[in-house]
């Protein structure tokens, strides 16, 4: 596969559920980046990731919890969600740090009941 | 901290027609990037164009040419000879040069853009 790819594209779970996002980059980028997209909101910044190492957390709950193992890969743990937490989430990734072109994946419509 | 503002939520034209999208920021940095990137509904984010604050000159794409207005922090997407495949919510969105990590991008909330035939 080829750009930014995204695993689940769909997610459905409870308030107590425990799920994981996952984020892949065949771009040979270094940086990488979580966005929030909510109805009616602009896009939100989550997490900065650069050489695997977190460079910036936007002030977001405890109960997202990302991980970088490597340059190529980005997860985002979730964990005692909360409705207002639904909302498609973007991968992204860039080939330095700032500034640079974003390449973004196809998102996770995640939805929290 | 910076903020850009989409002023038109919705906006219809017909096919081969031009359209300008307009997007206003507010910053008091000197070095940025502004971008425009389009969603369609398949919803793949995907870059239209981006333009450099320290280039005077304004940045073209084949169809899509932006109209850069740095001291009234302006930054307006043209696009001419529109086209069905234009149809998307079109996001406009800063960055600034701050020389060491990675910085994420603010966007504005978006104009969706339907052509229509």
């Known amino acids: 596969e080829t750009g930014v790819t995204q695993t689940p594209r769909h997610l459905v779970m409870g308030m107590t559920n425990k799920k994981s996002l996952k984020c892949e980059q065949h771009?040979?980028?270094?940086?990488m980046y979580w966005y929030k997209q909510s109805a009616k909101k602009p896009l939100e910044l989550m997490f900065v990731?650069?050489?695997?190492?977190?460079?910036e957390n936007n002030s977001v709950p405890s109960r997202f919890s990302p991980e970088c193992p490597n340059s190529s890969h980005l997860f985002l743990h979730l964990h005692t969600l909360q409705p207002e937490d639904s909302a498609l989430y973007l991968c992204?990734?860039?080939?330095?740090?700032?500034?640079?072109?974003?390449?973004f994946g196809p998102g996770t419509r995640l939805t929290v009941l | 901290a910076q903020t850009v503002t989409q002023s038109q939520p919705e906006m219809s034209v017909q096919e081969a027609e031009t359209v300008t999208l307009s997007c206003t920021y507010d910053?008091?940095?000197?070095?940025?990037?502004l971008f425009w990137y389009k969603q369609p509904p398949s919803r793949q984010m995907i870059l239209v164009i981006r333009?450099?604050?320290?280039?005077?000159q304004n940045a073209t794409e084949n169809r899509f040419s932006v109209n850069f207005q740095k001291a009234a922090k302006s930054f307006s997407l043209k696009i001419s000879d529109s086209q069905l495949g234009d149809t998307a919510m079109y996001f406009c969105?800063?960055?600034?040069?701050?020389?060491?990590?990675?910085?994420?991008?603010?966007f504005g909330k978006g104009t969706h853009l339907i052509i229509q035939p």
């Open positions: 992204a990734s860039s080939p330095r740090a700032a500034p640079d072109t974003q390449y």
């Open positions: 771009l040979g980028h270094n940086a």
């Open positions: 990731y650069n050489f695997k190492e977190q460079t």
């Open positions: 910053t008091s940095e000197n070095n940025y990037y």
């Open positions: 333009q450099e604050a320290y280039k005077q």
């Open positions: 969105a800063f960055m600034t040069n701050s020389g060491g990590g990675a910085d994420g991008l603010t």
